[in-house]
Nanobody, 121 residues
Framework: QVQVMESGGGLVQAGGSLRLSCAAS????????MSWFRQAPGKQRDLVAS???????TYADSVKGRFTISRDNARNMVYLQMNSLKPEDTAVYYC???????????????WGQGTQVTVSS
């Protein structure tokens, strides 16, 4: 089994910064794509940033130039540095990972439980 856990959310004023962390643990052979999504009240869950093990990262247009995704493959962790935060960034932020549990297994997708980010104006 694989567990995914986010941390680092909280309340911050507009213009401030937060750093989210996500740790994947359990029966992990390898992790390909690691991503952050967010969901505001009454809205769908949207991709914020995504980083494959190899290849380019992608960002939602709304966060380009303000957010940075990074990962530590040795520790199975992914981070989201959020700068110049705006009230519209308020949402629950979810970590998502694609994991293989053995050399021959197919990828499986896992979600964390989410962490609340609230940006006050």
């Amino acid at each position: 089994q694989v567990q995914v856990m986010e941390s680092g959310g909280g309340l911050v004023q507009a213009g401030g910064s937060l750093r989210l962390s996500c740790a994947a643990s359990g029966s992990i052979f390898g992790i390909n794509r690691m991503s952050w999504f967010r969901q505001a009240p009454g809205k769908q869950r949207d991709l914020v940033a995504s980083m494959p093990r190899f290849g380019p990262t992608t960002y939602a247009d709304s966060v380009k130039g303000r957010f940075t995704i990074s990962r530590d493959n040795a520790r199975n962790m992914v981070y989201l540095q959020m700068n110049s935060l705006k009230p519209e960034d308020t949402a629950v932020y979810y970590c998502n990972v694609w994991v293989t549990v053995s050399r021959s297994s197919i990828e499986s997708n896992y979600w964390g439980q989410g962490t609340q980010v609230t940006v006050s104006s």
